[in-house]
């Protein structure tokens, strides 16, 4: 963080015309600006971003990691970018793990026997073939996880029943997945004999919420599973009523070996200054449950929609365009750390890295993480975006998970922050279809993403290098 | 019909007060209507209705025909009416027939194999154990379905994919229905090898939907499934992008012996002419995927609570109200006719019926099927309702498929219209769950049921009889 949240907004604060007048002088020409304003406004009348991701959500569908859909994926990418006119478009060999999701069984032993809708949590080992069956043991929240007693919980199973709070920002989740994440691992150390966690969700349906777990190397290994929104009610209700209530668990969810997969790559070549990169990001690979239409497949499209209407231009900005579409995100971000181990020197030549991968949109806000001296020229980037009812956020953007690697070789990052206020009813399940997806919306976002990158491209200095960091 | 739209309408234009003047002189006591107000607004102030539904779906659950949970139904039926202080409450047997899911397997067999959200149709017989493959033609409505020729799809897979209209009054879905009910055995006398419908309802999640289907006794019985929303999407995508397009089917669905089920009774005895009988009917089973909260849960909470609030009053109403949950609405009426099969003389001592089964409301309309001199006595009650916002429909009411029996014998009906507009969302999906259900809502059915049937149970004249219909 280069510029405390206090000192942004008080710059904030200045008149625009103020940062534009300067900007233009040292960042842009008139014409670099009209441009950006152009292509944002041609977003709005109409694009084919969702052609993008109806395509790939239609004739590829579930594509998770190392599975024959994530394959395809591949071969539809490259023949897609080749197709759209990208140029030197080509493969990057990424190994992925490989896990299968199986089949899996919760049932509620009360008078008779009821079937919640639930799912493995990613990455999560099976059952024994017989499944288990023991007590259940509530908690209301991870805190609450990690203050419990291990001789109350041996041999039990854990429900943590925390719900997912409603945010623009995606704030919610990012508190409450870590009962997903960590949650495994803790409730092995305590001697339980599994986990069943609240879906990390916003969703009524009855569409249990899958995403990866971490197991502890120092913990053992015990199966862990997601329920549906109404079906952790119903669990919920029957713990309030009864003083024991016992589930039945199983799950044929196993590893195998790891497979090979691939990163995908296309470019906008830049007209004067090629070797310097405006990285686009978004993953290809998605969750097995959905279509994967709006993670990350939103995102597929308006990366490779806002590279493609620039590459359409008469006036070709000056840096290339390099879209990169990365391998599973999803399950460990094999594809984002090989894109950073295999950069080597052209990590220096990355002027900065932007990501798609929180749905479909609106964007509402841009944040940075850049050098402080490059802040202007953010706040006039802003000023192209704000007749989209677009924000500028503070200088201490996160960055989404495939452009971290990058973040840590010192690569600056340019958050458009994509509207997360519906995105968790849908993320991570079986309703990641197309028909959630709003072609109109995707257009915004096309246009917000097309006129920044088209602003970074053609920035006549660069956003400065960050301090390199430890790992993303 | 009694009485023509046109003229029910011309009648409905008098000024309110005349009815409800001409309607205290012949049909109630100024008490009476105070009465029912105040039980309409009492309702309005909170009812226990939510805690009946909550309790059924929660402790039971699913309650298919015939399965274990339909039979803890009524063992909760039984228990929970008693606790409620009805009088006379008892179990009527009804032999029902007992058809089993199983699994349903859908695979649009692309690329690579793409599974798509499904489910057998009720009743649909079961593939052979390896499934069958066949290429798709694909038909936009049950009237296209009519006019194919058997030429161009035998042994082929017919896809309808019809969309289910949103209505208040449930139309849409009326009209919809005929591809799952009839389809099967139009498509089975075609040659097809087996249907595919979209689903019919108006969800865009992944929760196909079920009910019944009724093979033709001259036709071959083909399996029939259910896709999805999204998943009917796909498919039509698929067929609209490629010349042939294969399905791989698999159902595991059954049909196994018939099994003992029940309706059960209870009553609010009246005052003065006990053995006249104001019905109240909703059905205790519901389909297998969901919990039933909405179909028929929220009806059983509706009836079960306007009997127990008019129970509650110092001045019980002239007749008794009688609550009928009906034992397997879904699968084939038997409940309700097996009701009517044993109603013997009695049948004349129902003086009028009710049924709630089309989800938690709120009441939007009455309508009646009633003679035509006890019009008035329904437009003084609707005047009583009016506060509720509820509408005043024609005289030419259809009943609920369970008290169709009971009008075939000449009970007259009336009609309080549970709005329908976002039932077929989740009506015989797994997403008929509590937490569809408004507390709120449930209060305002209640307050119109209460008020309603305390009105029918204090009239001083009775309804008229209908002439005898043959069959429901």
Redesign the interface.
Same mark, same amino acid.
């Given at each position: 963080m280069f510029i405390a949240r206090g000192a942004a907004a008080a710059l904030m604060s200045f008149g625009a015309c103020l940062w534009i007048s300067t900007a233009l002088a040292a960042d842009w020409t008139e014409q670099d600006l009209n441009d950006a304003a152009a292509l944002r406004d041609r977003a709005l009348s109409g694009t084919a971003a969702f052609e993008h991701v109806?395509s790939l959500?239609?004739?590829?569908?579930?594509r998770f990691a190392g /599975?024959? =859909?994530d @394959? @395809?994926a591949v071969r539809w990418a490259l023949d897609r970018m080749g197709k759209l006119g990208f140029s030197n478009v080509r493969s990057q060999d990424v190994l992925v793990p490989r896990w299968v999701r199986g089949n899996a069984e919760v049932v509620l032993l /009360?008078?008779?026997?009821?079937f919640l @809708?639930a799912t493995s949590i990613g990455g999560s080992v099976g059952t024994r073939e017989e499944g288990l069956e023991a007590v259940v043991v509530q908690v209301d929240s991870f805190d609450a996880l990690q203050n419990l007693d291990a001789n109350t919980v041996a041999n039990k199973i854990i429900f943590i029943d925390q719900r997912t709070e409603r945010t623009r920002d995606g704030g919610g989740y990012g508190h409450a997945v870590r009962a997903r994440v960590q949650g495994p691992s803790i409730a092995g150390k305590l001697g339980a004999s599994a986990l069943v966690i609240r879906s990390i969700g916003t969703s009524?349906?009855?569409?249990p919420h899958t995403g990866a777990l971490v197991y502890s190397i120092d913990a053992p290994r015990i199966p862990a599973f997601a329920l549906a =929104?109404?079906d952790a009610?119903?669990l919920s209700?029957?713990l309030k +009523?009864n003083k024991t209530v016992r589930l039945r668990l199983k799950s044929t969810a196993r590893e195998l070996p790891p497979v090979w997969s691939a990163n995908v790559v296309g470019e906008i070549p830049g007209r004067e200054r090629a070797s310097e990169i405006v990285l686009l990001g978004a993953h290809l690979d998605s969750w097995d449950l959905?279509?994967g239409a709006l993670d990350d497949g939103a995102g597929v499209a308006i990366v490779m929609e806002a590279a493609r209407l620039i590459g359409k231009l008469e006036r070709k900005p000056a840096r290339t365009i390099r879209v990169v579409l990365f391998a599973n995100e999803e399950f460990g971000l094999s594809g984002a750390r090989e894109y950073a181990a295999q950069i080597g020197e052209e990590a220096g030549r990355h002027v900065i890295a932007m990501e798609a991968d929180t749905g479909q949109g609106p964007v509402w806000r841009i944040e940075s993480q850049v050098a402080g001296d490059a802040l202007p020229a953010i706040a006039a980037m802003h000023e192209v975006l704000k007749p989209l009812s677009i924000e500028l956020g503070a200088n201490d953007a996160g960055g989404g998970a495939d452009i971290r690697p990058l973040r840590a070789l010192g690569v600056p990052i340019l958050d458009l922050s994509l509207d997360a206020t519906l995105y968790f009813d849908v993320h991570h399940? +079986?309703?990641d279809?197309?028909?959630?997806i709003d072609p109109k919306v995707l257009d915004q976002s096309v246009g917000a993403y097309a006129a920044a990158a088209y602003l970074a491209a053609t920035k006549q200095g660069d956003f400065g290098r960050l301090p390199p960091a430890g790992g993303e």
């Amino acid at each position: 963080m280069f510029i405390a949240r206090g000192a942004a907004a008080a710059l904030m604060s200045f008149g625009a015309c103020l940062w534009i007048s300067t900007a233009l002088a040292a960042d842009w020409t008139e014409q670099d600006l009209n441009d950006a304003a152009a292509l944002r406004d041609r977003a709005l009348s109409g694009t084919a971003a969702f052609e993008h991701v109806e395509s790939l959500a239609t004739q590829v569908g579930p594509r998770f990691a190392g /599975s024959p =859909g994530d @394959a @395809a994926a591949v071969r539809w990418a490259l023949d897609r970018m080749g197709k759209l006119g990208f140029s030197n478009v080509r493969s990057q060999d990424v190994l992925v793990p490989r896990w299968v999701r199986g089949n899996a069984e919760v049932v509620l032993l /009360s008078t008779t026997p009821q079937f919640l @809708a639930a799912t493995s949590i990613g990455g999560s080992v099976g059952t024994r073939e017989e499944g288990l069956e023991a007590v259940v043991v509530q908690v209301d929240s991870f805190d609450a996880l990690q203050n419990l007693d291990a001789n109350t919980v041996a041999n039990k199973i854990i429900f943590i029943d925390q719900r997912t709070e409603r945010t623009r920002d995606g704030g919610g989740y990012g508190h409450a997945v870590r009962a997903r994440v960590q949650g495994p691992s803790i409730a092995g150390k305590l001697g339980a004999s599994a986990l069943v966690i609240r879906s990390i969700g916003t969703s009524d349906d009855r569409v249990p919420h899958t995403g990866a777990l971490v197991y502890s190397i120092d913990a053992p290994r015990i199966p862990a599973f997601a329920l549906a =929104g109404p079906d952790a009610d119903i669990l919920s209700r029957h713990l309030k +009523a009864n003083k024991t209530v016992r589930l039945r668990l199983k799950s044929t969810a196993r590893e195998l070996p790891p497979v090979w997969s691939a990163n995908v790559v296309g470019e906008i070549p830049g007209r004067e200054r090629a070797s310097e990169i405006v990285l686009l990001g978004a993953h290809l690979d998605s969750w097995d449950l959905g279509q994967g239409a709006l993670d990350d497949g939103a995102g597929v499209a308006i990366v490779m929609e806002a590279a493609r209407l620039i590459g359409k231009l008469e006036r070709k900005p000056a840096r290339t365009i390099r879209v990169v579409l990365f391998a599973n995100e999803e399950f460990g971000l094999s594809g984002a750390r090989e894109y950073a181990a295999q950069i080597g020197e052209e990590a220096g030549r990355h002027v900065i890295a932007m990501e798609a991968d929180t749905g479909q949109g609106p964007v509402w806000r841009i944040e940075s993480q850049v050098a402080g001296d490059a802040l202007p020229a953010i706040a006039a980037m802003h000023e192209v975006l704000k007749p989209l009812s677009i924000e500028l956020g503070a200088n201490d953007a996160g960055g989404g998970a495939d452009i971290r690697p990058l973040r840590a070789l010192g690569v600056p990052i340019l958050d458009l922050s994509l509207d997360a206020t519906l995105y968790f009813d849908v993320h991570h399940t +079986a309703n990641d279809t197309l028909l959630k997806i709003d072609p109109k919306v995707l257009d915004q976002s096309v246009g917000a993403y097309a006129a920044a990158a088209y602003l970074a491209a053609t920035k006549q200095g660069d956003f400065g290098r960050l301090p390199p960091a430890g790992g993303e």
